[in-house]
Structures are given as structure tokens and as C-alpha cells.
């Protein structure tokens, strides 16, 4: 049973190695941004509501957000671990996700920062910007979606300090390099058994 959660600016990576950590702990890894994306593409009613903010770099409104992780995090594959992406990024969202943990008698095990310098991931997206083409990827967008992360979700980083459950990890060098760093650091503070593998 592995609660954890991914956090990090726009281009640290928490994608692809939320992608590694699920198939490593064989937990969901829940996106929000996936979520959100698959919703415009598939032109939900949620996905026309949430597409203005997205395209803006800003963020989706807190109770749409919070309306979808509490769906999500109802589904059966979620019963027994979770490693959330992209969400909690407001201090609403904080409380939301502790009150729904609680009232299920559960906790987050660990937090894991993806620290990464901002310079490095505007070169990052704007990378991705040219392989994948999505539309909250230009340079404007990137610029705006960095302050809104140090405005809204950087505080969260101390929350989640204070509670003793933050993990940082520098989140630069080669994808496999990090996720040995973040399994590792997990391991070390006992928080995924030692025989768990490592890749
Ligand atoms: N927890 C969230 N709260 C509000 N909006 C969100 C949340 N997660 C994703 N979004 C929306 O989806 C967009 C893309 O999110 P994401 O894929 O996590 O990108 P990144 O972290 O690389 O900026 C955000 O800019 C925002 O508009």
C-alpha cells in the first residue's frame, strides 16, 4: 500500500516518472493534466470547461479539480495505492485531498519534490514543445505556467516539509538516473520495502 504524491515545476519530469514509479510499485499513477487533456480531446463537458484555463497556463478551478480527483480516487485500481500527478497544486486542494484521505482512514506515505531549475525547464518544454506540439507549450504559456506554480503550488513544498513527509530529489540527468534517486530515497526512509525493485 504506497500513497504518494509527485510535485515539481511544469517540465521537471513528474510525467515520465510518474509513468516509471506505477509500473515499479504497480499503482495507478493519476494525472491530472492527463485527465484534463483527455477531456478536451474527447470534448467533455469538463474538458470545454477546463480547455480556457489550460490554453492560459493558468490553473482549472479548485472545485472542478477537486470534484474529478474524488471521483478517481474512488475507482477500485485506487483502493490499494496512488501516485497523484500534477494535484494537489492549490491549498485548497491540500485540504480537499486530507479530508478525503482522512475521512478513509488514510495518509499520504510520501511526497516526492522533483526540484529542477527554471531555466532548464523552459528549455525542456520548449523542446517538447517541437516533438508533441501541445498547446499550453509555447514560450508565453511555459513562462506563465512557472509563475503560476511559485505563486500557488511552490507553498504546498512546506506544507508537506512541516508534516515530515517531503522527499527531494534533483530532478536533473538522465531519466533512469532519477528514478533510481526517487526509489532509493523511498527505500531509505522506509517507506517501500527494500526487496521492492529498483528500476
Ligand atoms: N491540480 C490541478 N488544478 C488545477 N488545474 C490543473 C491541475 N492539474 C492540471 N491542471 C491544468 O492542466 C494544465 C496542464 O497540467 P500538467 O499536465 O500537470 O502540466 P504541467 O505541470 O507540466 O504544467 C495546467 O496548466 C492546468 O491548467
Redesign the pocket.
Known amino acids: 500500500m504506497t500513497r504518494l504524491l509527485l510535485i515539481g515545476p511544469?517540465?521537471a519530469g513528474?510525467?515520465t516518472q510518474a509513468a516509471r514509479l506505477a509500473e515499479i510499485y504497480g499503482i495507478p499513477a493519476i494525472?491530472?493534466?492527463?485527465i484534463?487533456r483527455s477531456n478536451v480531446k474527447n470534448g467533455t463537458e469538463l474538458g470545454t470547461k477546463?480547455k480556457a484555463?489550460?490554453d492560459a497556463?493558468?490553473?482549472?478551478p479548485?472545485s472542478l479539480?477537486n470534484e474529478l480527483i474524488r471521483d478517481r480516487l474512488e475507482d477500485a485500481d485506487a483502493q490499494d495505492g496512488f501516485l497523484l500527478d500534477?494535484?494537489?497544486?492549490?491549498t485548497d486542494?491540500v485540504r480537499e485531498l486530507d479530508a478525503f484521505l482522512a475521512s478513509h482512514g488514510a495518509a499520504l506515505d510520501s511526497v516526492v519534490e522533483l526540484e529542477a531549475d527554471p531555466e532548464v525547464v523552459v528549455a525542456r518544454l520548449r523542446k517538447r514543445a517541437l516533438e508533441q506540439g501541445r498547446s499550453?507549450d509555447t514560450e508565453a504559456v511555459v513562462r506563465h505556467?512557472l509563475e503560476v506554480y511559485s505563486e500557488q503550488t511552490a507553498p504546498l513544498i512546506n506544507v508537506y516539509a512541516t508534516r515530515e513527509v517531503l522527499v527531494t530529489i534533483d530532478a536533473l540527468g538522465e531519466i533512469d538516473a532519477v528514478t533510481a534517486r526517487i526509489t532509493e530515497a523511498l527505500v531509505e526512509r522506509g517507506i517501500v520495502a527494500a526487496d521492492a525493485p529498483s528500476r
Not at 31 to 34: N, V
Not at 57 to 60: A, I, K, Q, R
Not at 86 to 90: A, H, L, N, V
Request: negative net charge; hydrophobic residues 20%.
Open positions: 511544469p517540465g513528474k510525467g494525472s491530472t493534466g492527463d484534463f477546463a484555463f489550460m497556463g493558468d490553473n482549472v479548485d479539480t500534477g494535484y494537489p497544486r492549490t486542494q499550453d505556467r
